[in-house]
């Protein structure tokens, strides 16, 4: 075969490639815009609920201790405590049909113990003074400040599995919209600084100035909101189980296995369904079983003198066996992750079976316990709480401008979507692009599946449907 003559070889120049990409660019820049567009059309309204209630949630400790004052401390300190189990027993005494689940001790003399009980098959939590033992306020533990919130944020006050499922798609279009746009944000010449790092307040009511209300907060902010998502994923149903399957599949979350005293056990039972304040490391954890050799079950003030002499940092809870064969857990997700503790301890012989502390973590699991104090805000305290609120308050904006952007470029008659590109290749590529978040995020990738088959077969076959859609 002869060798192709040298005059008709043209080599790619500076020059050439730089004419290429400014035909080719228009195109993708199309094409990554109408992801961003429907993604934001149909997720914004579910992000800021997210964002208020996070928002409202990070401030937990503050707003609850102003709203349950009364109940969080006690009147008078008194010269001793109350032994905790006289405490138990005069409570259960005093309100028949109930049954304590956990304890809580602090180490702050004015406060008061919260106890997770049942009272007539009511989650309740009540607050007990501990010097004179009386109950100082009861509340039904689904309907307290938190629980609101948090439910707001994890189901959006909606039953079933599916709202959670919708929360999780949500935060993981919330990544690709915040990938997407800094694509679309990004500086395609020497532009000036306003419009691109400030925003160019001057030009108020207009599209531009919705514009830069839109893009220069999402930049600055960025990368607080990809770490906010990424800290919360692994609470999150579908996503979260992978994540909790990886580290331990790696022996990246806790370590092969903690027990002191015994084999690894055979039980299903795992700590996050027998105890309370379990840390997220360990929640999946198998719970050992007591072994009876004929002791009598030891009762809550010595569990408290083991925690104590295991070097547990309070606040910790002390969870309550189940059964004859039960444990009781110690166990704390600490304000301070390297703080977190979970040990079961045998019911009779007082034996410490699992001990698993941060310090035993593999490198995920600290990770994940990092991030998961900082989307709590208490990791670093008022400064994680303010910067918690910043981020929420700027996706809040952020969703809110995006709308004004849509209704002054929207047509009448029409949704407003930008336009397919011309060239299918760069349709076809970043679609390629997507499924491949869709493979890294599952729902992402089944709802990629069902946005094509409902454009394929519903709205391309229906004409109005059609001329809507279209730009």
């Known amino acids: 075969m002869s060798a192709r003559p040298t005059e008709h070889f043209k080599p790619s120049t500076p020059q050439a490639r730089k004419k290429t990409a400014a035909k080719w660019l228009p195109y993708l820049y199309q094409s990554v815009w109408r992801w961003h567009f429907y993604a934001g059309i149909i997720f914004a309204p579910f992000l800021i609920i997210l964002a208020f209630s996070g928002s409202m949630y990070l401030f937990k400790p503050q707003i609850e201790g102003y709203l349950y004052k009364d109940m969080l401390t006690v009147r008078e300190v008194g010269s001793a405590a109350m032994p905790y189990?006289?405490?138990?027993?005069?409570?259960?005494?005093?309100?028949?049909?109930?049954?304590?689940?956990?304890?809580?001790?602090?180490?702050?003399?004015?406060?008061?113990?919260?106890?997770?009980?049942?009272?007539?098959g009511t989650a309740t939590t009540m607050y007990a003074d501990p010097y004179t033992g009386n109950i100082t306020g009861m509340l039904n533990s689904d309907k307290t400040f938190s629980a609101f919130f948090k439910k707001m944020h994890s189901q959006l006050l909606l039953?079933?599995?599916?709202?959670?499922?919708?929360?999780?798609?949500?935060?993981?279009?919330?990544?690709?919209?915040?990938?997407?746009?800094?694509?679309?944000?990004?500086?395609?010449?020497?532009?000036?600084?306003?419009?691109?790092?400030?925003?160019?307040?001057?030009?108020?009511?207009?599209?531009?100035?919705?514009?830069?209300?839109?893009a220069v907060p999402a930049f600055w902010l960025s990368l607080c909101m990809l770490v906010l998502i990424a800290s919360g994923l692994p609470w999150s149903g579908v996503l979260?189980?992978?994540?909790?399957?990886?580290?331990?599949?790696?022996?990246?979350?806790?370590?092969?296995?903690?027990?002191?005293?015994?084999?690894?056990?055979?039980?299903?039972?795992?700590?996050?369904?027998?105890?309370?304040?379990?840390?997220?490391?360990?929640?999946?954890?198998?719970?050992?079983?007591?072994?009876?050799?004929?002791?009598?079950?030891?009762?809550?003030?010595?569990?408290?003198?083991?925690?104590?002499?295991?070097?547990?940092?309070?606040?910790?809870?002390?969870?309550?066996?189940?059964?004859?064969?039960?444990?009781?857990?110690?166990?704390?997700?600490?304000?301070?992750?390297?703080?977190?503790?979970?040990?079961?301890?045998?019911?009779?012989?007082?034996?410490?079976?699992?001990?698993?502390?941060?310090?035993?973590?593999?490198?995920?699991?600290?990770?994940?316990?990092?991030?998961?104090?900082?989307?709590?805000?208490r990791l670093f305290g008022v400064v994680n709480q303010m910067l918690?609120?910043?981020?929420?308050?700027g996706v809040i904006l952020i969703a809110i401008s995006s709308y004004f952007?849509?209704?002054?470029?929207?047509?009448?008659?029409?949704?407003?979507?930008?336009?397919?590109?011309?060239?299918?290749?760069?349709?076809?590529?970043?679609?390629?692009?997507?499924?491949?978040?869709?493979?890294?995020?599952?729902?992402?990738g089944l709802s990629i599946l069902v946005i094509l088959i409902l454009d394929l077969l519903v709205i391309q076959r229906i004409r109005p449907l059609k001329q809507w859609f279209s730009a």
């Open 240 to 377: 979260g189980g992978q994540i909790d399957r990886l580290a331990n599949a790696t022996n990246t979350n806790y370590p092969p296995f903690a027990l002191s005293f015994l084999a690894k056990p055979e039980s299903v039972t795992v700590a996050k369904d027998i105890a309370d304040d379990v840390p997220w490391a360990v929640e999946n954890v198998p719970v050992p079983v007591s072994a009876s050799g004929g002791y009598l079950p030891l009762n809550v003030n010595e569990i408290a003198s083991i925690a104590d002499k295991q070097s547990v940092r309070k606040p910790y809870t002390i969870s309550m066996p189940q059964g004859e064969t039960g444990v009781y857990t110690i166990s704390t997700a600490h304000e301070r992750p390297g703080r977190d503790a979970t040990l079961h301890v045998d019911l009779y012989s007082g034996a410490v079976l699992t001990d698993v502390r941060y310090g035993d973590y593999g490198i995920m699991a600290k990770v994940i316990s990092l991030g998961i104090a900082l989307h709590e805000g």
């Open 159 to 214: 039953k079933g599995t599916w709202a959670n499922r919708l929360v999780e798609l949500s935060a993981c279009w919330a990544v690709i919209l915040t990938v997407t746009g800094l694509y679309l944000w990004w500086p395609r010449n020497k532009a000036a600084i306003w419009g691109t790092i400030l925003p160019r307040l001057g030009k108020r009511g207009s599209r531009t100035f919705w514009r830069d209300i839109h």
């Open 85 to 120: 189990t006289d405490l138990i027993e005069k409570t259960v005494r005093a309100y028949p049909g109930t049954s304590i689940s956990s304890i809580t001790l602090t180490d702050n003399l004015e406060s008061t113990i919260k106890l997770s009980a049942s009272r007539n």
């Open 388 to 393: 918690g609120l910043l981020t929420c308050m």
């Open 405 to 444: 952007m849509w209704r002054k470029r929207k047509p009448d008659g029409k949704l407003g979507a930008p336009e397919k590109p011309k060239d299918k290749r760069f349709t076809i590529g970043v679609l390629g692009i997507m499924l491949i978040f869709g493979i890294l995020m599952p729902l992402v």
